[in-house]
């Protein structure tokens, strides 16, 4: 997928096609009409792409199985009847067709259509899926051939509306790094909310991310990590990695930390010979009998901020 701006404008729609495949995969493309006036522009935000497509007259699509990205497909103007493996249907503004990957479909689009196609990975969204459903989700069965973008849609629709305008921006602050990460997973989200999905509260045990969070905390125990190290090991966002934690544990992933690095120093004190206590141990123990041991004034420390190391060395 192509991640710089292009235009294009051409009567030869068999010249759309090629770019078309080129951006997407191979497709047949059927015009019963003489006069064309085809337009195609093509942006980027982050891993969503935007694609604009107006032909200029009426055209049947056929696309097969080789499509391999998740797509949303928007009628801005006209109107497009559509149908894939169940009864045909058809698709105007206010509304979007959903097409999972490797889900052949046909379209037939009225000679005033445009249509904005929303393209992103197929595993990204199977990933927030599962996330929000709180176990294994088969995109292909559970996403609905339409969401509305109007009246329970509306949310939705204006948030599409936002991410079109500033993909073609090319000043975005959205439109490379980190920045547009976290907008593409708004819209992921909020898509697969749009797919009425049955929520889940696992009964026991703690949800995968937060085990994965727990493991990385654990291995890291003495060295200084911080809450941007803890949400990339778990593969969530920062939102769903705190929810997960307040949901098992009551506390704040950092919190989680704190408390678990206390409780080691607590454990090595209570199994360490006195004449060899580590002083940084000590430091978190301010009362205890070892502190006449000290060969030098104790200095008192604590763990006020969870990031840091338990191997500290005392000032």
Request: hydrophobic share 40%; with cysteine; glycine share 6%.
């Amino acid at each position: 997928m192509s991640d710089r701006s292009f235009e294009l404008r051409t009567a030869n729609v068999d010249k759309i096609r090629q770019v078309m495949a080129g951006l997407f995969c191979p497709f047949q493309l059927t015009a019963d009409s003489a006069a064309y006036d085809a337009r195609l522009r093509h942006d980027s935000l982050g891993a969503l792409s935007f694609t604009t497509l107006a032909y200029g007259n009426r055209v049947d699509i056929d696309v097969d199985e080789r499509q391999s990205r998740f797509l949303i497909q928007i009628p801005l103007t006209g109107a497009f009847d559509a149908r894939t493996a169940g009864p045909g249907y058809r698709t105007t503004p206010g509304s979007a067709q959903i097409v999972p990957p490797r889900k052949p479909f046909h379209m037939r689009c009225s000679a005033d259509c445009t249509i904005l196609v929303i393209s992103t990975d197929a595993r990204d969204l199977e990933f927030q899926a599962r996330v929000l459903a709180g176990g294994d989700v088969d995109l292909p069965t559970v996403a609905p051939d339409i969401v509305p973008l109007t009246g329970r849609g509306t949310t939705l629709g204006h948030y599409v509306e936002f991410l079109y305008a500033e993909s073609r921006r090319p000043d975005s602050l959205l439109r490379y790094g980190q920045n547009a990460r976290p907008a593409v997973q708004t819209l992921v989200a909020m898509l697969v909310q749009s797919f009425d999905l049955p929520t889940r509260i696992l009964p026991s045990g703690r949800s995968w991310y937060v085990k994965r969070a727990e493991a990385f905390m654990e291995e890291n125990l003495s060295s200084p990590i911080g809450i941007c190290d803890v949400v990339a090991s778990s593969g969530v966002s920062l939102r769903t990695l705190y929810h997960g934690f307040h949901t098992c544990h009551g506390v704040a992933p950092m919190t989680w930390l704190k408390q678990r690095r206390l409780s080691k120093v607590h454990d090595e004190l209570r199994l360490a010979d006195p004449g060899a206590v580590n002083g940084n141990a000590m430091g978190l123990l301010p009362f205890g009998p070892f502190c006449r041991r000290l060969s030098r004034p104790l200095r008192f420390i604590t763990l006020t901020n969870p990031s840091s190391p338990l191997n500290q060395p005392l000032p």
